[in-house]
């Protein structure tokens, strides 16, 4: 039995059974990677179908002649795509970086575990489903326990990973060039790979260089995508600074036009016509509208900001409502603040003109202190056109780590503004969250209080 068992083709002939569970184990590290919480009933029957789908298909595929061998392996790629994507609801690029990704993990662990069986085998004479069994168990819980503690570092769970198709391409020529130099001898017997005693090793060892291609692709790519992040939110940072500077000389020239008001007064007194009265009235209207809009919150560099986005709002018919006690910011950096209000109010403004009922279109900001924290809370009316949500009823809750998509179309490079506010927040200590209910967006920020 042992020397029919250590025949080449029996070598590399897993049971079925287990190259489906190595496949589907493969899907459920990345079900786990992408969506770390519980998903209920619903996400147990699609584990459980998955499954059930994966070990009928590789019966089938195990019963078919060889020459089905290369359209069983498209087959069995197809499946692990369709469970990623139902499951993960991700986008069909970003679906297929996973694939590549789950399939190599697969195939190099149903290779590990034949490789140390047949080890096993050769040392001790003796071999039997069971032996087949426990090893393939203790080779699956390692090296799937193993990989997705390496792994999850490189993908952002609720978040989409925006693959190129230029990416794509690159991906999935790591993961055949692998698949097609660890598998070439069920293809062709005449290679230097496919000799009995080198077989399993060059398998194996492929595999593993192939995954450890695509882990290192990920991590390298990740970083880039990290470095151009924070230098786009740094120059958001920078970009809020630079308007908070360009609205304290507006500010200023605002402020002497206001002590001009004597000379409106001057020229009403005296004026007899009719439309010119009626000029100098509107003119002093618009004064007193923007003398209005200054804010005095006790903290000046959040009275600038403030008065320009209130300003910004009533040319866009947008009522503001500031409860502020902007003592409480003493000790944030000027840059701080600039970069947290600019782009809280941005994003309330940038919603709320959307909406079509101008009713509706409003924005309420308040800044105060509880214990050791600073509090700050905008919310704003939205139809839900600015927050990209499956279901606008009910309540949404979105933690640090799970930030709204934005709905312009590069979403690459839009959607800083969320991630500067928690930037600011994690500084001083703090958090961020945002939650979406009953059409009202809100931004709570959280910042430790130093006196």
Not at 43 to 48: L, R
Not at 326 to 349: M, W, Y
Request: glycine share 6%; net charge positive.
């Amino acid at each position: 039995m042992l020397n029919a068992f250590l025949n080449p083709d029996v070598l590399q002939d897993t049971p079925r059974l287990f190259t489906a569970i190595a496949e589907w184990l493969a899907v459920f590290v990345y079900f786990n990677i992408y969506k770390r919480q519980s998903h209920g009933r619903t996400y147990f029957f699609q584990c459980v179908v998955s499954f059930l789908v994966m070990v009928l298909f590789q019966f089938v595929a195990g019963i078919l002649p060889i020459g089905f061998w290369i359209l069983t392996m498209i087959g069995a790629v197809a499946l692990i795509f369709l469970s990623l994507y139902m499951v993960l609801d991700i986008k069909p690029r970003d679906c297929g970086v996973l694939t590549t990704h789950a399939f190599v993990l697969a195939e190099f662990a149903a290779s590990l575990y034949k490789q140390l069986y047949v080890w096993s085998v050769r040392i001790s004479g003796h071999e039997g489903f069971v032996a087949s069994f426990v090893t393939m168990c203790i080779v699956y819980a390692i090296t799937f326990k193993t990989y997705y503690r390496f792994e999850r570092d490189n993908i952002p769970a609720h978040r989409n990973i925006n693959i190129s198709t230029k990416e794509l391409i690159g991906v999935a020529a790591t993961g055949v060039g692998a698949f097609i130099m660890s598998n070439i001898s069920f293809v062709t017997t005449r290679t230097p790979f496919s000799a009995s005693e080198n077989m399993l090793y060059v398998r194996t060892l492929v595999d593993f260089g192939g995954m450890l291609m695509l882990m290192t692709q990920m991590g390298r790519r990740n970083e880039l995508a990290a470095k151009n992040e924070n230098d786009a939110i740094n120059q958001l940072f920078q970009k809020q600074y630079e308007q908070y500077k360009l609205a304290v000389d507006n500010s200023e020239a605002l402020r002497k036009e206001m002590h001009d008001m004597k000379h409106y007064v001057m020229a009403l007194k005296n004026e007899d016509d009719p439309q010119k009265r009626a000029d100098v009235l509107n003119d002093m209207e618009q004064a007193i509208a923007i003398q209005e809009s200054f804010m005095n919150t006790g903290n000046q560099v959040l009275d600038v900001i403030l008065t320009t986005k209130s300003l910004q709002c009533q040319k866009k018919g947008i009522a503001l409502n500031a409860m502020v006690d902007g003592d409480v910011l003493v000790g944030i950096h000027v840059k701080d603040i600039c970069s947290l209000f600019g782009n809280v109010l941005d994003n309330a403004i940038e919603a709320t003109q959307q909406v079509e009922n101008k009713d509706k279109r409003l924005i309420t900001l308040s800044v105060r202190r509880r214990n050791k924290f600073i509090i700050v809370e905008c919310e704003n009316y939205s139809d839900g056109s600015s927050v990209r949500l499956k279901s606008n009823q009910g309540r949404r809750r979105f933690g640090s780590g799970n930030l709204p998509a934005t709905t312009k179309g590069d979403n690459v490079k839009h959607g800083f503004g969320l991630k500067s506010i928690l930037q600011v927040a994690e500084k001083y200590g703090g958090a961020m969250n945002c939650t979406y209910e009953d059409g009202w967006f809100k931004v709570k920020v959280l910042l430790s209080y130093n006196e």
